[in-house]
């Protein structure tokens, strides 16, 4: 069974950092390309991808909203993805999921973690 468990989120003050984290298990992580997707509860909004890494971890790309202030990684020998994010915004204020694919494809994971609540508030 595949399983996610996000970890790492909080509150934090605009231009505050926080590490996300992601423990996979259920499928050979190091052989999935993964992303970090996110999500606003209540409202109409479907997932937004934020962030992708390559199988090795050499490969990222990063959604234009985040980019040059989050930076994506994994450790294959700990199944585990991860995203420090730093300069945060109110508007990546969301849920934080992570994902097996990249780009819109990881939008569509089929077995979705409980998530981790980010809110950047003063």
């Known amino acids: 069974e595949v399983q996610f468990v996000e970890s790492g989120g909080g509150m934090v003050q605009p231009g505050g950092s926080l590490r996300l984290s992601c423990s996979a298990s259920?499928?050979?992580?190091?052989?999935?390309?993964m992303s970090w997707v996110r999500r606003v509860p209540g409202t109409r909004k479907g997932p937004e991808w934020v962030?992708?890494?390559?199988?090795?971890?050499?490969?990222?790309a990063y959604a234009d909203s985040v980019k040059g202030r989050f930076t994506i990684s994994r450790d294959n020998a700990k199944s585990t993805l991860y995203l420090q994010m730093s300069g945060l915004k109110p508007e990546d204020t969301a849920l934080y999921y992570c994902?097996?694919?990249?780009?819109?494809?990881?939008?569509?994971?089929?077995?979705w973690g409980q998530g981790t609540q980010v809110t950047v508030s003063s």
């Open positions: 994902a097996r694919g990249l780009g819109t494809i990881a939008t569509y994971e089929r077995s």
């Open positions: 962030s992708g890494i390559d199988t090795s971890g050499s490969g990222t």
């Open positions: 259920g499928f050979t992580f190091s052989g999935y390309d």
